[in-house]
């Protein structure tokens, strides 16, 4: 027979009592419990050394209350999130809204959305193309010559307008200067449509045609509403690429956000003149200005 081990049984508090002259909480009555925790938690056999589930491994919140659900049905439940919609870029449906055919764009994913529009859309029967910038997502536009005011630009004596097809997609009408004295090339723009908060650049394009004269002090300016506009003069006669579509830098600028457009409206101005000296000009020929974000 082994051992027999005595049992102290405490002895019950005596003369114990509540008082009840001033109201106070019970508080119920702490026992000392002789626990180890240093001690190996004993697990059942043939479990091994399974780990534990946590709490929150097994219980997910619904609807406010806890429910204990499987691994399985929690990667169900993810599943079925609600699928996130690809964002649009900024100003699209008010872009679209110019384009010449109905486009059907795909909002299903955004690397499908971004590269439906990457190639271009023609806007205004062929005035202005639209698309976007594959570096930084922004908006891009394209002010075809049609698109531009251009001084004596209805007379076929002074200016030839010249249907031009580059590519499959590409197919536009550019002015084709003849012989003028006052050369006046002038474009706007509503900068609400394009990306905010981005530094932008203008740029001319043209050709410089080997029959070239008197473009030796031609004025860029660009205008910015409650700025102060930037101007600069430039010798198209030193163009050594003849008959190519060149870049001729305007200036720059950088957008406001939303939240100020939305209180005024700000439109830039683009401009490519000589009207002082009044020489005899011909062989420049425009294809149209460019708004893009600055590399």
């Known amino acids: 027979m082994g051992t027999r081990h005595s049992i102290n049984i405490p002895k019950e508090r005596e003369g114990m009592r509540v008082k009840t002259e001033e109201p106070r909480k019970l508080r119920p009555e702490r026992r000392k419990t002789n626990v180890n925790y240093n001690a190996t938690v004993q697990r059942p056999r043939g479990e091994g050394n399974e780990k534990l ?112 097809k580059e590519t499959s997609d590409e197919n536009f009408i550019a002015a084709e200067l003849k012989r003028v004295c006052w050369l006046e090339v002038c474009g706007s723009f509503d900068t609400a449509a394009l990306t905010p908060e981005t530094l932008y650049e203008v740029v001319f394009v043209v050709k410089i045609k080997e029959n070239a004269d008197g473009l030796e002090s031609i004025t860029l300016r660009l205008i910015i509403p409650n700025k102060s506009s930037n101007e600069l003069t430039v010798n198209l006669m030193n163009v050594t690429e003849r008959e190519k579509w060149i870049e001729v830098p305007v200036g720059e600028f950088f957008t406001s956000n939303e939240f100020k457009r939305k209180k005024k409206r700000e439109e830039i101005e683009i401009f490519l003149y000589e009207t002082e000296k009044l020489d005899w000009k011909q062989g420049l020929v425009i294809k149209g200005i460019v708004i893009r974000p600055k590399a």
């Open 53 to 164: 589930e946590s709490p929150s491994d097994s219980l997910v919140k619904l609807g406010g209350k806890s429910s204990s659900i499987n691994k399985a049905a929690t990667i169900n439940i993810r599943s079925q999130l609600p699928y996130k919609r690809a964002q649009l870029p900024h100003y699209l449906n008010e872009i679209l809204k110019e384009a010449d055919s109905p486009l059907e764009i795909d909002k299903s994913s955004t690397d499908g959305l971004y590269e439906q529009l990457y190639n271009g859309v023609h806007l205004k029967q062929n005035k202005q193309k639209y698309w976007i910038d594959r570096t930084n997502k922004a908006n891009c536009f394209m002010l075809y010559a049609e698109d531009l005011s251009i001084t004596w630009g209805k007379d076929n004596r002074y200016w030839n307008w010249v249907d031009i």
